[in-house]
Every structure is written in C-alpha cells, then in structure tokens.
C-alpha cells in the first residue's frame, strides 16, 4: 500500500464573490503522476498554487507529507519543487550560470552538467535561455525544480504549446523524474496527456472534481455513458 503525500480536504477558494475552487477533496500517493485535467478557468493554477504555499485559500484542509499548510508552510517549501515563472531569468546567463545561481538561492550543490544531463540538455550549457527552443525552455524549468532534490514537483501545463515532438520528449522526461522515486502533480487540458502520462486523473470542472480515476477506467466509464470515442 502506497501512502498519500497530498491530502486536500474540502478546499475552497474566493476571489472576491467568485468561488473559483468549490470544496474539492483528493489525495496524491506517493510516487505516482497524479493529473488535475480540465478546461481554462477551471481551478488547476488556483488549487496547485494554494499546496505550493504560494495562494492562501479561503477554506479547507491541506496535508503535505504530513505537514498541515495552515502550521508548517515553510516545511512543504523545503521538500516541493515549483517551476519558476520563466521571466525569472536572467536573460544574459546560460544554462550553466544559470543553474549556479538557482543552487546558490537554494543553498545546494549542484553539478550543472549532471542536471543538464537529466533532461538531455548538456549540449545548450553554454546557451543562453533566451536562445532555447519551446520544448528546451521547459525542459529546462523542470530541471530547475529538482536543484533541492525535492519529494514531489508541480508542473503547471508544461507542454501547452509546445509540437507533437516536444511533448512527448517531455512526457519521457516526467516519467523518469517520477521513476526516480519523485511524486509529480502536473496540470492539464489534454485527455490525451492525461491518458499517457498520469497514474491517476482528477477532472476538474468549474471549481470541482467530476471525476477521480486511473485513465483507462475514467475513459471506460465515460465509454459506458454512451461517449462516443473510445480508447485507441
Ligand atoms: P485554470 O488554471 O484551471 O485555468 P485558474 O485556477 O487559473 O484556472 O482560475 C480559476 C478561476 O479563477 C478562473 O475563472 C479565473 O478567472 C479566476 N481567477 C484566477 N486567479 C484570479 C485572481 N487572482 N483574481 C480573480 N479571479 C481569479
Ligand atoms: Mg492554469
């Protein structure tokens, strides 16, 4: 049996009169890609910000590895990894500098060549973030929230916008990061990705959970709702 990391329990959250998260309650296990799926506007950012400490919710209880978010948000902080908002970087450093810099504000050592080389970007070590591709750029964000060698990372829509190629080059590298024993809670509006990539899917839709499930029984039942597209 497998213990939960994340337990949000009746989680609400306003923004003036509008009730954006309306009470929403899931667990993510430990070591698994847990997906929160749903449309623009559905409460995705609102409900991982809030777990990331960095959006206070209105109501609600959440457990992170343990720790209570309304006693302990500072021990949370230490053990997630939260991709950094790209306008964060500085854009005369390379990758190199770059990583360096994240390290120090972390206080870790960090081998930049040996990170690069996890998401398969050691050639772009002396390129400069400015000079990477979409599929690089992300790439590298994920890079940076392992530098604190964190239990679980958040991943908001990491491939929105990005090709076919780049996709699935990144659905490898979330794989991996959570083969090596990190729990992923990522974002999405993709069934498709939902369907490949995560161990279990939440679907969210304005403010709540519709539905919980691993994604080939999700997709079963909305087959044995009469939804005509079933399984490829
Ligand atoms: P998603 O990530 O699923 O697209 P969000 O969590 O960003 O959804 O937003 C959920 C709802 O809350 C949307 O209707 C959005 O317009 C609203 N919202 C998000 N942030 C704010 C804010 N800071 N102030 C007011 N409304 C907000
Ligand atoms: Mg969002």
Not at 92 to 121: A, C, M, Q, W
Not at 165 to 176: G, H, M, P
Not at 212 to 219: C, E, R, V, W
Request: net charge neutral.
């Amino acid at each position: 049996m497998s213990n939960a990391i994340i337990k949000v329990s009746n989680l609400t959250k306003k923004y003036g009169d509008f009730e954006a998260v309306k009470g929403i309650s899931f667990e993510v296990m430990e070591g698994e890609i847990f997906g929160l799926l749903g449309p623009n506007g559905a409460g995705k950012s609102t409900t991982l910000e809030i777990i990331e400490t960095l959006r206070e919710k209105t109501s609600g209880e959440v457990m992170v590895n343990g720790f209570n978010l309304d006693k302990d948000p500072n021990e949370i902080k230490k053990i997630i990894g939260v991709q950094l908002q790209t306008s964060g970087y500085y854009p005369g450093l390379n990758l190199t500098e770059l990583i360096r810099l994240f390290s120090g504000l972390y206080n870790r050592e960090t081998d930049p060549n040996e990170l690069l080389d996890k998401v398969n970007l050691r050639d772009k070590a002396k390129a400069k973030y400015k000079d990477l591709s979409g599929g690089q750029k992300q790439r590298f964000s994920i890079a940076t929230t392992l530098i604190n060698h964190p239990k679980i990372i958040f991943l908001d829509e990491p491939t929105t916008g990005l090709d076919p190629q780049a996709r699935r080059s990144l659905w490898e590298l979330v794989k991996n990061i959570r083969d090596n024993g990190t729990t992923v809670i990522i974002t999405t509006h993709y069934m498709d990705e939902a369907e490949v990539l995560c161990d279990r899917v939440a679907i969210i839709d304005s403010g709540k959970i519709i539905a919980l499930d691993s994604p080939d029984k999700l997709i079963d039942k909305l087959v044995a709702t009469g939804f005509e597209n079933p399984k490829k």
